[in-house]
């Protein structure tokens, strides 16, 4: 990781908003760990740029700031006098990038960190290479151990439901290529 970062964009998909607007609090879901990465990086980079797509500023009132209250689920030193950008109205990822890019107009020679899903990351990767922002990739939210090997198991419903995650995101990836929201099949 470099020393020095001019912002930190977080893709959005880490809350769970159902549960958080009928609790009136901020839930995460089994992408948590973005939000996790992104105060990690926030601490590490003091004065880089946040900016979190998926997200409302009015729905996250309570949260991103250094003292919290009693609703507050992300907060720290880490967002003491720094303003977060939220970009809440995507409805993808390629909307995400083009969002982020007019908001935010990266520069040329600026170094940003791209922290989304370790399984999503290669569509995101290239999609806003695309667009022509390279932004250093930050996987997170490991699904597997990297190791491949063959342990057949009775979890049924537990294996589908992984075939599925990861037929969705190749499908992804091949529909952003023939869309032309990708350059490239494979990164």
Known sequence: MPTDVSGILVLGGALDWKVSKAREQLNTNQHGERLIAAAALAKRYPTAKLVFTGMFKEDVINDFKAVPDDSSLIYGN????????????????????????????????????????AAHLARA????????????????????????????????????????????????????YKLGRTKILLP
């Open 125 to 176: 990767h290239l999609t806003a290479k695309a667009l022509g922002w390279t932004l250093i990739p930050y996987p997170v939210d490991y699904q597997t151990t990297g190791r491949i090997r063959l342990n057949p198991n009775l979890n049924i419903f537990k294996n589908l439901t992984d075939l599925d995650a990861a037929f969705r995101e190749w499908g992804a990836i091949v529909v952003y």
């Open 78 to 117: 880490e967002y003491a006098g720094r303003e977060a950008v939220f970009l809440g109205n995507s409805r993808s990822t390629y909307e995400d990038f083009l969002q982020a890019i007019k908001t935010i107009q990266p520069k040329r020679g600026q170094r940003w960190i791209l922290v989304t899903s």
